[in-house]
């Protein structure tokens, strides 16, 4: 079996690369040729934005891939590309999209795939990460209804991902902070608002890159979207008391009032609700569930940060 990877070098997608290879698939990878590439691919070099490049780089290959997973697909520009380019080298493509998609003032506990997400009326230039995605997975859904492109599509929601290759973080104030391991372990406080009550649905990258690539092959999964998480759903605190319990140190806490926080900082609307998921939709495909428990991860990425 053969798989290509647009990306390849990034947290994810050099473990889908991984876990491609350890599953016997044949993998090449596309990228930008920036950044070092888990040893056994083909690398292939061209920038996805690019699309006659990407397309001629492919072209080159003379082959057909049984899946494609692009895990850099940010927004509308994107989707339409692969539905332009990738029929021509594969009938199979796995998307990473983002559980940011979810319009944070209408979530349910748990959330399904059908919520209700964001709508932005800016131009893709403005738009906001979360928009750019929710946009990406319009494209998608709509050739998934129409089949236009002929191709089996699925599209994955992870919530926060983490493990080796990410920093650890998962709410504002100290969300994606390099030097918060180093923080908690000197006893400084970590300011959380609202005192990080709301539940996150932690995904450890392992796991995620494992029901990626155990989809690829199961028809159950294609033509369809998928929320996924880990195998345990916890409150932002208490992912940062794990930290501290790794670490073998007492965590400080300090409230940020919650009141008046989100108008002065929109930016985090996608944290300041419930990130909580119904996984029983992906369950029931019979693809592998995420399996491991967040304690086990963060003490792998404490690890790998040194």
Known sequence: ?????????????????KTAMKNNYRVWTVTRGERELPDGVNALKADRNDAEKLKEVLAACNRKWDV??????????????????L??????????STDSVYDGRFKRIPETEDGICVEESCSDEECSYAGNKRRMEEVFLQDMRSGASGLQITIFRPGHIYGPGFLLGCFPEHSRQK????LIRKGEPIRLVGMGTYVIHPIYVDDLAETLVDCAANPKTYQQIFCIGGPEAVENKTYYETIAECLGVELKLEEIPLAGYLEKHPEYSGHLCHRVYDLTKLRETGVKMPSVHLKQGIAASLKALG
């Open 1 to 17: 079996m053969e798989a290509l990877i647009i990306g390849g070098s990034g947290g994810l997608s050099s473990v889908v690369a």
């Open 68 to 85: 494609v997973f692009d895990c850099i697909c940010m927004n509308r520009t994107h989707a339409m590309n692969d539905l332009e380019i």
């Open 87 to 96: 029929p021509a080298f594969t009938d199979r493509l796995v998307v990473v």
């Open 179 to 182: 030097e918060l391991p180093e």
